[in-house]
């Protein structure tokens, strides 16, 4: 269980102990319209977790080892559009690990090829979007790839990609560092009953060291002041996981003033 959902189950209990508390009377007075206000806006806190009335489907909600097994987001569970966005935060420990292969991040097969498909270069410190263009037929299309060079490293960094016909936006901790015009319209495939390929995988191949967290397919392209929101956000939708990206706790092990190794806790 992560820790987004376990946050709401303990927003759910909270809600059920706070109802019966008022149902019973066991609190009256000011104390009793203090608790109907706490559990109303936890009430409004546990709906749009839950994503009822956003156009997004959430992947992940927070932090996960890279190298883990990660459950796709499968393709009947969200709405197949040819204008997306897909947003997400990674925590790159170091380069080393995989050096030489594509570790990837997020990908989509369609086809038998993978479109789009967004993953840290083999050798540079750099992160690849590609995409495909071209017509309807099944598996023909032209690919493109944006760089995006020089991600922090040992520490969260959001990645935010809004794919359509006339522009592909890529933000990165909010902010637009790149427009690419796609020249042609994205490839979008007719997709029939069975296809069965339009799962969004997650750290499916040549994992890098690090985590992932916070990761979003929206079934539209996702405004400046959104994908600020988005970095606003943090790379948890829990609390607890949000102050985590503010405060750093660093290991360093000595032998005779020499530093050995160290570690940090996000």
């Known amino acids: 269980m992560d820790t987004g959902t376990f946050s709401m189950i303990i927003i759910g209990v909270l809600i059920i102990i706070g109802g019966y508390l008022i149902l019973t009377d066991a609190v009256e007075g000011r104390a009793k319209m203090i608790l109907i206000v706490v559990i109303a806006i936890l009430t409004i806190m546990l709906i749009l977790n839950t994503g009822l009335f956003s156009g997004h489907k959430t992947i992940l909600d927070s932090p996960v080892v890279a190298s883990n097994k990660i459950l796709p987001l499968l393709g009947k569970s969200y709405k197949y559009t040819s204008s997306y966005s897909l947003s997400t935060w990674i ?102 009953e069975g296809d069965g390929q339009l799962n969004f995988n997650i750290c499916a191949n040549n994992t890098y060291s690090g985590f992932i967290s916070n990761t979003n397919y929206y079934d539209y392209v996702v405004t400046p002041q959104e994908a600020w929101n988005i970095y606003n956000k943090g790379f948890s939708s829990n609390m607890l996981g949000n102050l985590l990206n503010k405060y750093n706790a660093k290991f360093t092990f000595y032998n005779n003033q020499t530093e050995v190794t160290h570690f940090t806790i996000m």
């Open 91 to 192: 925590y790159v420990n170091d380069w080393n690990t995989n050096n030489g292969k594509d570790k990837e991040i997020i990908s989509r097969t369609l086809n038998g090829k993978s479109n789009p498909r967004i993953y840290l270069d083999a050798y540079e410190n750099r992160v690849n979007i590609q995409f495909g263009t071209g017509t309807d037929s099944p598996g023909q299309f032209t690919s493109k790839t944006i760089q995006i060079d020089n991600l922090n490293t040992q520490k969260w960094v959001n990645i935010t990609c809004c794919f359509s016909n006339t522009n592909v936006d890529t933000y990165i901790n909010g902010k637009l560092v790149d427009t690419t015009l796609p020249g042609k319209n994205l490839y979008f495939p007719k997709i029939t």
